[in-house]
């Protein structure tokens, strides 16, 4: 079974693109998390596709200039903070025939 990440039940966002990042609101337990560039592409990313998915779409937006975030680290890191916030969630999907 392939395992699909999508965003955590209430998680509110306020991008602030003037800032460059993103604001990300959890209400249970409350708490308010600033998200970079990077972490909020992996988010908005996270919608329900596997990891290779994820990566596939990931380096596509980066582009060949990437810089220091077009590497599998950048990307794996983002996915284990937000999961480690409470913001998005990993699940088993069975696939269909």
Do not use: K
């Not at 991008?15 to 993103?22: G, H, R």
């Not at 992996?42 to 329900?48: A, N, Q, S, T």
């Not at 975030?69 to 913001?87: P, R, Y």
């Amino acid at each position: 079974m392939p395992t699909t990440w999508s965003p955590s039940p209430g998680v509110r966002l306020r991008p602030i693109p003037e800032q460059e990042c993103c604001l990300a609101y959890l209400p249970r337990p409350p708490g308010l998390h600033g998200m970079n560039l990077t972490t909020w592409l992996v988010f908005i990313l996270c919608d329900g596709r596997t990891q290779p998915e994820i990566a596939e779409a990931y380096f596509d937006a980066l582009g060949p200039a990437g810089g220091p975030a077009a590497n599998h680290g950048a990307l794996e890191s983002a996915l284990i903070q937000l999961e480690t916030l409470g913001l998005i969630r990993r699940s088993e999907s069975n696939p269909t025939s």
